[in-house]
């Protein structure tokens, strides 16, 4: 769909004239078409299952008080759905505002390495600070699924680019999703949002064993999911961070291993 | 101080920023700058995309063994079951995404017409 849009769009900007010289008009071009080719990733299924995931995030914060415009405001400036959901718990639940402010930072910690594996895949060769940080705003689960599995495949020098349509798109469709679905208070019967919610995990459960390059992501995927019960049990508070170190030192281990064998 | 402590309109706001916007973007932003020394192709960056990899597979088990909402009432093992299904069929019919998920989504629905 996308390689028929792309020439389509290069032929509509051809015909207008832009007042720079040559090379900075077709920089320019190429920029907006990855641009677009990123925010076109609004039609993939794993988009739109995000969007039925915040579709329940809106009746979850009108059950608990939370006004349409605050709900908004959260889903566009916090941008990760646990995090969205732990905050309104701890406002509905009568917690400090330190004590929300905690509670939201353990949910988050797991952005951190996400981020950290996501910007050597997502930097240029001249890309800025300021840019890689504005960007990673936009980084979450469903967002870093895509990229994983996109980035390869653009343009080292258009890859901000491409991440910056996908990101900004993602993001403001949702809050916009939110805000529309709030105000017409749509009800759903309860099997309809069980059905929802677990469209989720699904996807990420296919998607993350296909974008892997190698084996070693689907041992660390493998050991997350085998561990975090366990962990979960066993320190509740911090069980996707641990999960997370556990799971990375069986990879290590794995990765160890093979290189062991391969060079004995 | 509470999201009701203060009654002006701009509280909440000031709330979701210092309670969520901040807690949630400073992990972001350390993250931008450890993966800024992490050279490609070295073993740092190997660890760091396992680790990124089993906490996101830890998100999956969480959403499938805890999860919340009208989600919660369902049986556990009908969850695992439906789970494990739509993830075998993904495996053995070409790795389409969406084999697994349809598959996963046909039997939960059935489960919980049937009460199970």
Sequence with gaps: MLANALPFIAGIMADSEFPFPQSDAEDLRTKFSWFLSGASMIFSIPALILMTAHVGFAGFASENGVSLLQATFMVATIWALPANIVLIGAISGGYSLFGAAIAVALSSIRLMPMVAAFVPEMRGPKTRKFTLLFLSHFIAVTAWVIGMERLQHVPRNMRTTYFAGLGVTLTSTNTLVVAIVYYLSTDFPPIVFAALFFLTPMYFLASLWGSARDRSIHVAMISGLLLFPLIHYLAPAYDLLLTGLAGGLVTLAYVRWQQARQHP | ?116
């Design chain 2, 1 to 116: 101080m509470t999201w009701q402590s203060i009654t002006e309109w701009w509280w909440p706001y000031l709330f979701i920023l210092l309670a969520g916007w901040l807690p949630t973007d400073i992990w972001r932003f350390i993250g931008v700058l450890i993966g800024g020394r992490v050279r490609e192709d070295s073993e740092a960056l190997i660890i760091v995309r396992a680790v990124a990899t089993a906490l996101v597979a830890g998100v999956i088990a969480q959403l499938i063994l805890y999860p919340s909402g009208s989600l919660a009432e369902s049986s556990v093992i009908l969850r695992i079951g439906a789970a494990v299904a739509g993830f075998a069929a993904y495996l053995c019919l070409g790795q389409r995404v969406i084999v697994g998920v349809l598959v996963a989504e046909v039997i939960l629905i059935s489960g919980l017409s049937l009460n199970f």
